[in-house]
């Protein structure tokens, strides 16, 4: 996801305009959704994603590990080759330039009060809209150099992936839940793939009778044959035949 300015280029983090090449809210939500019904099916304890560790976290009341899922950010600075230090590797441009290492001490910079100023930007600018959010606890608004659109009443500052966040975190609430509790009885989440899938049944998800060009059962938002109807997306999961290849 990136800005265009207006002179074309992509270096500052300003205006309302993405590029073409950029995702949408609704395919980011759709990817991370169908992604993540992979996962918690086949993968959960064997393949890491940033993305949903850093929710399971939040959803278990741990810090999440990622800047762009907390409340506050600011230690995820840039340093050029140069000796510049940037408050952010998002932010490399002039007006987020701390200083330079050769002249100012690296702990100075890091530890300064604008320094810190951005990483509580990240909470005290959320619009109302995020903080009347119900997943917020997972979301706390993404990060700031996405957030150009206005909300629905016209407030500044709403993340341009809001709707995507939203699908996402809404769709995995159930498991998170689920893998949280495990956590907190002191099992693996990796437990949740037995019961996923057995679940699968008694909430009808029944991907043999869904046609390709269907949503997706799994509630995705993509057609299933864009989905778990691709070959080979379902190999491994009950009821489904097995890939004996082992590739
Ligand atoms: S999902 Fe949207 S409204 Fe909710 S916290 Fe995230 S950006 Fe804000
Ligand atoms: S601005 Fe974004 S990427 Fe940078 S530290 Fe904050 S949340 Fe992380």
Known sequence: MERVNEDGSTFLQEGDTVTDRSVTAEQLGGFLIAVFEEWVRRDVGRVFVRHFDAALANWAGAPPGSCVSSETCGQALALEHNGDLYSCDHYVEPRNLLGN?????????????????????????????CWECEVRFACHGGCPKNRFVETLDGEPGLNYLCAGYKMFFKHVDPPMRMMADLLRQGQAPAEIMTDYTGADRCRGIQFDRAGRNEPCPCGSGLKFKRCHGRSNALAGQPGQPQNRSGS
């Open 101 to 129: 290492i050769r002249q100012t001490h690296m702990i100075e910079l890091v530890a300064s009060d604008r320094q810190r100023r951005f990483g509580q930007a990240k909470l005290e600018s959320l619009p109302r809209y």
